[in-house]
């Protein structure tokens, strides 16, 4: 168990739709990073968080968006989703920038996302 | 654009053989990490290394940080079908560790 939850686990839906998906870091931990992951593809980087604040962007859509909140928790919002947005999504957290001098991730068990 | 790649991309080899996986750039990184990843689950740190040249061993997992810190290599000695999995290096640079995924190695066991 890695201490990073995401909800829900899994997510069926139609095209056109919007969806939430919701993220808690390890205890302590300040950043938060989310990752797209597509059938037997790599980890495609989408964007980072650190206590409260955008980080970095990677590769994310317009019709993506997420937010930290006070309480460290993050959420990554998918808006007029296409068939190709169905992907497993990723959220990790790291102690970088909070005592952690290098960054290694720990990820969460994902959301899978399917959209029909 | 810093870019890590991977090879090979795939390796389906029997237990009990050796194997390498390498995973290069041009870039220079203070640090890089390898992952392990199961499918349909999140990837799992395997390790961290941080000094040029450095070693490090996981029981039959060993890692070296090449000694100009642009590449890294991970070599499992006496392959598991435990080991079976999607193999990540991803290497951190900048004040705040940006992180750069490799493109993944996947590696199947058979028993």
């Known amino acids: 168990d890695s201490g990073v939850t995401q909800t829900p686990k899994h997510l069926i839906t139609a095209t056109g739709q919007r969806v939430t998906l919701r993220c808690s870091p390890r205890?302590?931990?300040?950043?938060v990073y989310w990752y797209q992951q597509s059938l037997d593809q790599g980890l495609q980087f989408l964007i980072q968080?650190?206590?409260?604040?955008?980080?970095a962007k990677g590769n994310i859509l317009e019709r993506f968006s997420a937010q930290q909140f006070p309480d460290l928790h993050s959420e990554l919002n998918l808006s007029s989703l296409e068939l190709g947005d169905s992907a497993l999504y990723f959220c990790?957290?790291?102690?970088?920038?909070?005592?952690?001098?290098?960054?290694?991730?720990?990820f969460g068990p994902g959301t899978r996302l399917t959209v029909l | 654009t810093q870019l890590l790649e991977q090879s090979p991309q795939f390796l389906s080899i029997q237990e009990g053989e050796n194997l390498t996986v390498y995973c290069n750039s041009s870039?220079?990184?203070?640090?890089l990490q390898w992952y392990r990843q199961e499918p349909g689950e999140g990837p799992v740190l395997l390790v961290t290394?941080?000094?040029?040249?450095e070693v490090k061993k996981l029981k039959r997992l060993t890692f070296q940080f090449g000694d100009a810190r642009k590449d890294s290599s991970l070599h499992i000695t006496a392959a598991q079908p435990g080991d079976t999995g999607l193999y990540l290096c991803?290497?951190?640079?900048?004040?705040?560790?940006?992180?750069?995924f490799g493109t993944g190695t996947k590696l199947q066991v058979i028993p």
């Open positions: 991803a290497g951190g640079s900048g004040g705040y560790q940006k992180v750069t």
């Open positions: 870039s220079v990184f203070s640090s």
């Open positions: 968080y650190y206590n409260g604040e955008e980080r």
């Open positions: 290394v941080v000094t040029g040249g």
């Open positions: 990790a957290s790291s102690s970088v920038g909070a005592g952690g001098r290098y960054n290694e991730q720990f």
């Open positions: 205890s302590g931990d300040l950043s």
